[in-house]
């Protein structure tokens, strides 16, 4: 493993790739300006704003903490803009059982309209995923704006999420009215008091959030505090007084009727079952409001149950949401607590060579597993980004079978899915 994976040299193959077609594939560097043109440009190629220096300026602590990629085009007219970004870090990521597996979060993958479908994506991601491996980390992930770009590089959807919408005019609570209290804060205080509980809260699926992220939340940007101004924060506080979960919100305009407010939930985090229940009977008992809207939401909340009409309570856009690639096998079969003890042989295909391989996965009565490499007859065939999918106990390898996406003894795919399927989904709450 590296000192540092920031210090990871450019992969030599995709290096080699680019230039074969006049591009330099570089990391960003110490120099700012450089940093500056490839913010600018990854805003670009999401189709956002061109930046003012506050935007600029915000984005430069990232640099310090990711290994950030730019290509450029030597021969554009902007030749300083980089026609394609990429950038990643480690962090850890939740699994099954509550441990965790260190993960290369990849993000900003962009490539400029003018130099799109020559390979310099494929370039990039080949190159992190090598990256990666160099760096001794098991798994890759990322989220997807579209689910037809990384299924050829080896990920899977591994968790899905889905837009709570809850019709406050029908949703009588009906819940626990847990004994702590809830306070409004200051939501800059929750950067205080948040990051304990986030980190108690986190479920399987999840990665680490990192310091960006709670300003991005809270509308703690300076170039967005005009517009952050209406967001508002609790936090509940058990018996003994204990900050257990905080909730962060909006209550937006109601043109028409004064009665109907509409409330965003941007973030919902609760350490115990007391203060998700606390949490959310604040937010659905807010008079003058008729809708509370929560997006991200796990695919199966609890709060669908607290409340007197079952249909008060929609999840609707459930969509896949975090995508995870192994590789290495071993590790992340190792990496998680399985559901049931039992043997399996795994045959599993990778195209582009980085962890495939036939594997013993051996799960002991405490979900314990020991994975060795093996030639006896597999079980059950699939490929890596199939395994990937089910590795964080989302995915049903029943349902995958039938699907084509594995293959199997009726038998074996059951086995499979009894040991890997967990009892609540796995769940990430941001974009990254
Ligand atoms: C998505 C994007 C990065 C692809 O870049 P690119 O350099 O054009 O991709 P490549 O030329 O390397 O394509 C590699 C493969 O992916 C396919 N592909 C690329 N973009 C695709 C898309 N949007 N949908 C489906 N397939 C796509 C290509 O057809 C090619 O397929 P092949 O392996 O069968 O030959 C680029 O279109 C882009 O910047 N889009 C807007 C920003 C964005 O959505 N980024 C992704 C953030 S998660």
Request: hydrophobic share 45%; with cysteine.
């Amino acid at each position: 493993m590296h000192a540092d994976f920031r210090s990871i040299p450019t992969d030599p193959a995709s290096t080699e790739a680019l230039a074969r077609q006049g591009l330099r594939y570089e990391l960003v560097g110490d120099d700012v300006a450089r940093q500056d043109a490839l913010t600018q440009a990854a805003a670009r190629g999401f189709y956002g704003t061109e930046l003012e220096q506050a935007g600029l300026d915000e984005r430069r602590p990232a640099f310090a903490e990711r290994r950030t990629i730019g290509v450029w085009d030597d021969s554009a007219a902007d030749p300083a803009t980089p026609i394609a970004t990429v950038d990643s870090w480690t962090t850890p990521l939740g699994m099954p059982g509550g441990g965790s597996l260190e993960s290369w979060a990849i993000s900003m993958v962009t490539v400029a309209p003018t130099h799109r479908r020559r390979g310099i994506a494929r370039a990039l991601l080949e190159g992190e995923l090598r990256a990666a491996i160099a760096n001794g980390t098991p798994i890759a992930v990322l989220t997807v704006s579209e689910s037809t770009i990384y299924g050829r590089y080896g990920f899977g959807p591994a968790t899905w999420s889905g837009e709570l919408v809850i019709d406050t005019k029908r949703s009588r609570w009906v819940g626990p009215v847990p004994a702590g209290r809830v306070h409004l804060v200051p939501r800059a205080s929750v950067k205080e008091f948040g990051p304990p509980i986030e980190q108690r809260a986190r479920r399987h699926g999840s990665i680490a959030p990192w310091d960006g992220w709670w300003d991005r939340q809270l509308g703690l940007r300076p170039s967005e505090a005009g517009s952050s101004r209406d967001i508002r924060a609790v936090r509940y506080d058990d018996e003994a007084g204990e900050p257990q979960g905080f909730a962060v919100y909006r209550v937006k305009d109601a043109p028409v009727d004064f009665t109907k407010h509409p409330v965003e939930v941007i973030e919902l985090v609760a350490a115990t079952d007391d203060a998700y229940a606390a949490l959310w009977r604040y937010l659905l008992e807010l008079d003058l409001v008729h809708e509370v809207v929560a997006w991200q939401r796990s695919v199966d909340e609890p709060v669908k149950w607290m409340v007197a009409d079952a249909r008060a309570v929609l999840t609707r856009s459930v969509t896949d949401h975090l995508w995870a690639r192994i590789l290495d096998v071993p590790r992340c079969l190792q990496g998680r607590t399985w559901q049931r003890p039992g043997r399996l042989v795994l045959d599993v295909a990778d195209d582009l060579g980085l962890a495939g391989g036939r594997f013993a996965l051996e799960v002991d009565a405490a979900g314990t597993a020991r994975v060795t490499s093996t030639d006896e007859p597999a079980d059950v065939t699939l490929g890596v980004a199939a395994l990937s999918s089910l590795l964080l106990g989302g995915a049903s390898p029943i349902t995958m079978a039938a699907a084509g996406r594995l293959a199997g003894e009726p038998a074996a795919v059951e086995l499979l899915h009894g040991m890997a399927v967990t009892p609540t989904p796995p769940t990430l709450g941001f974009w990254f």
